[in-house]
């Protein structure tokens, strides 16, 4: 009997990975923005903050995208 | 051009089987969603039904290989599918009206292998096959799921643990609408698909379509829009269940759960392992429940839904066994499994409208199996 073990190990691995990171960058964002929206109503200019978050949430969406990239056209 | 009534059949039953199919695992996308107030309900399966149909024409790579090589396509007459959706349809109705979710995969193949064993034998059934790229993986889908979830739970936590908690619930909410909407596409190319596969084996076996052709084009439209009907009907007996009854789900978790559910099952669908989307969900919802402090798992709700998992598949074999026997007969055979099937629909549905629940009642749960959670309770 042939089991596909290492398809499953590599199903495990892969979102598990996939996950630990957009945990990580979406924590990050929802930190900035929340830190973001504190600084404005002190009056405080949060520039870099802003940067930040953004560059988090996109790379969520863009690990989303490549996700879905894979499935459809490889 | 003399279509066979068997043939007719066949496409009238994998329509329906597609159409329960939406809205059994409507949940899949929408039930967290749904649960932490990120969507309104008929929002949520709207968007569902979208990426089911969207999904549904990604990608013909699983209408190809209908039956997976679990039973001999070559001794399959239409007579033999036609049961198994019968048996199918039965099943997914069954535990659609006591609200549990189940693997259509699973009702399907299960229906396939009770038919095939019955009108063929023992030969027709690969059993090795059936070990090998459904028990096992069926094994290791929820786990997968359910510890990745547990992990992304707690890190994201952790990391967001500084945060306003108003600002926590409004960007994971808007994650949970992209996630859900990714996790609607995945069971489109998933599942729309395996419609489409038994349409056109029906076709090729009454000599419409020759061997080896692809859906035609009719068959994808059709399949497609089906499904994306059935998951804007919504199913919300087992979306209460998943999203509400299981465990207490927060929006981060809701993210976490939808991801990683979207996670595994585009992956293993890249590496050709036919997990089943509802085992991934499960999983991950019980999983995101464990990972939160103070969250509760009802592991009696949780009993219940593995249970009806491992029934899946002997459950629906059962009844499209009996199903092969009356319509393999011909056509009054036929005939009469549609009219039972019919009159057994009919009575589920009488029983599922004693106590109905749509979308206006979907979160309602009774407050004895509800721990309030400062989100839900402001929802």
């Known amino acids: ?56 949430f996109v790379a969520c969406v863009a690990i989303g995208l490549f996700g879905l990239y894979l499935t459809v056209f490889r | 051009m003399h279509i066979p009534l068997i043939v007719v059949a066949v496409i009238v039953t994998a329509l329906i089987f597609d159409f329960t199919c939406g809205f059994h695992e409507a949940s899949d996308a929408v039930a967290t969603s749904v649960a932490t107030g990120a969507l309104r309900p008929r929002v949520a399966v709207g968007i569902a039904a979208v990426g089911n149909l969207v999904g549904a024409f990604l990608s013909i790579k699983i209408a190809l290989t209908i ?8 001794k399959i007459t239409p007579a033999v599918v036609f049961a198994g959706l019968v048996g199918a349809i039965m099943w997914n109705l069954l535990t659609w009206v006591v609200g549990l979710p189940s693997s259509s995969t699973h009702a399907l193949y299960g229906g396939l292998i009770g038919a095939t064993l019955v009108a063929v034998g023992s030969g027709g059934v690969h059993f090795a096959k059936v070990t090998s790229s459904f028990l096992i ?33 409004r960007t994971y909410r808007a994650g ?7 996790m609607a596409m995945a069971h489109g190319t998933n599942d729309g698909q395996k419609t489409m596969g038994v349409i056109t084996l029906a ?19 059709s399949a497609g829009i089906v499904i994306g009907a ?28 939808e991801t990683t559910s979207a996670a ?7 590496l ?50 009996i199903a092969v026997m009356a319509s393999d007969g011909g056509a009054v055979g036929t005939v009469g499994v549609a009219v039972v099937g019919i009159v057994v629909a009919a009575v589920l549905w009488v029983l599922a409208r004693r106590h109905p629940v749509h979308a206006g009642n979907v979160n309602d749960v009774p407050t004895m199996e509800r721990a309030a959670t400062p989100e839900t309770a402001s929802a």
Request: positive net charge; glycine residues 14%; proline residues 3%.
């Open chain 2, 176 to 182: 949970q609408t992209v996630s859900a909407s990714l």
């Open chain 2, 272 to 321: 050709g392992l036919a997990l089943s989307t509802t085992h991934v969900c499960g999983g991950a919802v019980v999983g995101t429940g464990l990972g939160r402090k103070g969250a509760e798992v009802r592991w009696g709700v949780a009993g219940r839904i593995l249970l009806t998992w491992v029934l899946t598949l002997p459950a629906a074999g059962l009844m499209a066994g």
């Open chain 2, 264 to 270: 595994v099952v585009l992956a293993s669908a890249h």
């Open chain 2, 67 to 74: 039956s997976n090589g679990i039973v001999d396509d070559t």
């Open chain 2, 137 to 169: 993986p069926a094994l290791a889908a929820p786990v997968i799921a359910g510890l990745v979830a547990v992990i992304g739970t707690r890190i994201s936590y952790r990391v967001a643990r500084g945060s306003d908690q108003r600002v926590t619930t």
């Open chain 2, 203 to 221: 076709l090729v076996s009454g000599n419409l379509l020759p061997h080896n052709a692809n859906p035609p084009v009719w068959v994808i439209v």
């Open chain 1, 1 to 56: 009997m042939n089991i596909a073990w290492s398809a499953i190990g590599s199903v495990a691995a892969i979102s598990l990975g996939t996950i630990i990171v957009v945990a990580i960058l979406f924590g990050l964002g929802t930190l900035g923005m929340s830190r973001y929206e504190k600084t404005r109503a002190q009056g405080g200019s949060a520039s870099l903050t802003v940067v930040g978050t953004g560059v988090a």
């Open chain 2, 230 to 257: 059935g998951t804007f009907f919504g199913g919300w007996r087992i979306i209460r269940t998943v999203g509400k009854r299981l465990t207490d789900i927060m929006s981060p978790q809701g993210f976490i759960a």
